[in-house]
């Protein structure tokens, strides 16, 4: 199961990568249940609208481990982070891998 934010173009991209991943990211490595987290700049649009700044993937084992992490102090701790600089910048949501 995946949690996978997608963060809009910021205005000062410098910042928020300092604070993405200077703080935030170590903060959600410390959330329960959390198997793996990687991001992503898209570099390039081929086709379709514009991209998202930075795209996030954190995998956890199923939806009762993601659940159990969403309802979490460490990840409340991180989401008062992330709010602290990209409030209103980021859509969050759950996803299944498929076959």
């Known amino acids: 199961m995946k949690l996978i934010a997608l963060y809009k173009q910021p205005d000062d991209p410098e910042a928020f990568d300092t604070a993405y991943f200077g703080q935030h990211i170590p903060l959600i490595k410390e959330v ?10 898209p570099t390039r649009v081929l086709v379709g609208e514009d991209a998202p700044y930075l795209i ?12 159990a992490g969403l309802n979490s102090p460490e990840m409340a701790a991180a989401g008062e982070n992330l709010d602290s600089f990209a ?3 980021y859509t969050l949501m759950m996803g299944e891998d498929q076959p």
């Open 56 to 67: 996030a993937e954190m995998s956890f084992a199923d939806k009762d481990a993601l659940k």
């Open 32 to 41: 329960p249940g959390l198997l793996d987290v990687k991001a992503v700049k």
């Open 87 to 89: 409030k209103g910048q």
